[in-house]
Structure formats: C-alpha cells, structure tokens
C-alpha cells in the first residue's frame, strides 16, 4: 500500500461526520469526547486537510489524512513507526489495519512510552495507549479495557459518517 496515495484524492466522509472516542482510566474511569468534522479540503498528493472540533473543549483543531506513517530502521534515526508494515487491530469502531507509532513523554518527571493506531482513511487515532516505560509488560494495550493503575487507553468506539 502507498500510505500517501492510499485516498486516491476521494474523501472518504464529509463535514458533520462524528467520531466518538472514549479513554479508560484505572477503577473504571471513562471519559468520552465526540470529534465532529467542520471542513475537508484537498490537499497536495492526494492528502486532505481536516478541521475537527472536540466536544469536551469547544477547541477546533486542524490534522492531516492519511496522517505520517515514518519508519526509520536502524539504530540510528528518529522512528515514529514501530514496525514498517500495518497491523492488525480491533477497537469498539471496528477491525483495521494500522500503523503503530511511537513516542516518548513525561508525567510528574516519569518517564512513558505512548503508541498510538493510525490509518490512512480517518483523520483520529483509532487507539492510544499510554504507560510507564518501565512497564515492559505492559507493550500492548488490555484486550478486556481492564486498565492499571498509571496507564490510559484511548480508542475510537463510534463514527457516524456523514
């Protein structure tokens, strides 16, 4: 698959479409943010720029699709791509094939990795998972949503396309 040519210049929803994502916390929290489209425009090589407005802040914000999918091998270099090809997952929303990226950040000074799912035809992270880095065992995201203490997941549960 070309990832940048993967649209074929086609937008695959329009202005109003929603996408509902929910976060689990540890003992049960949930939170839950509706991300609605105000506008999608065509962009260079069949890429598209789309604003988003979140339901929780009231905030617009502006994302590109397909979102950036690098992969550097090697010790040397920056990778935000775990692995060079497209994974499986499975989320409320559906079963896609996903790019893993990766990052690194900090919480009161304690080091996380944070991964986040991302496909070429939705302008949100259909899942992000955020954990101690010092929590090996803890590499992939809770099948259950069963959530420890110091980890949150985040992941896309509902698109109502327009």
């Given amino acids: 698959m070309n990832w940048d040519q993967a649209l074929h210049g086609d937008a695959p929803f329009g202005p109003g479409t929603r996408f509902e994502l929910e976060t689990l916390g540890p003992e049960?929290?949930?939170?839950?943010?509706?991300l609605e489209v105000e506008s999608i425009t065509p962009t260079a090589v069949g890429s598209f720029s789309v604003v988003l407005r979140s339901?929780?802040?009231?905030?617009?914000?502006k994302t590109l699709m397909p979102p950036?999918?690098?992969?550097?091998?090697?010790?040397?270099?920056?990778?935000?791509?775990?692995?060079?090809?497209l994974l499986p997952v499975t989320v409320p929303a559906g079963s896609f094939s996903a790019g893993r990226l990766w990052t690194s950040e900090a919480k009161e000074s304690i080091p996380y990795e944070r991964d986040e799912w991302v496909v070429p035809d939705l302008p949100v992270r259909i899942q992000i998972w955020s954990r101690p880095a010092s929590a090996k065992e803890l590499y992939d995201p809770p099948a259950d949503g069963t959530v420890p203490v110091g980890t949150t997941l985040t992941r896309l549960v509902r698109i109502e396309r327009r």
């Fill in 28 to 34: 049960g929290e949930r939170r839950s943010e509706v």
């Fill in 55 to 61: 339901s929780v802040s009231g905030n617009a914000f």
């Fill in 68 to 85: 950036d999918l690098l992969y550097s091998p090697g010790a040397h270099g920056f990778i935000t791509a775990r692995s060079e090809k």
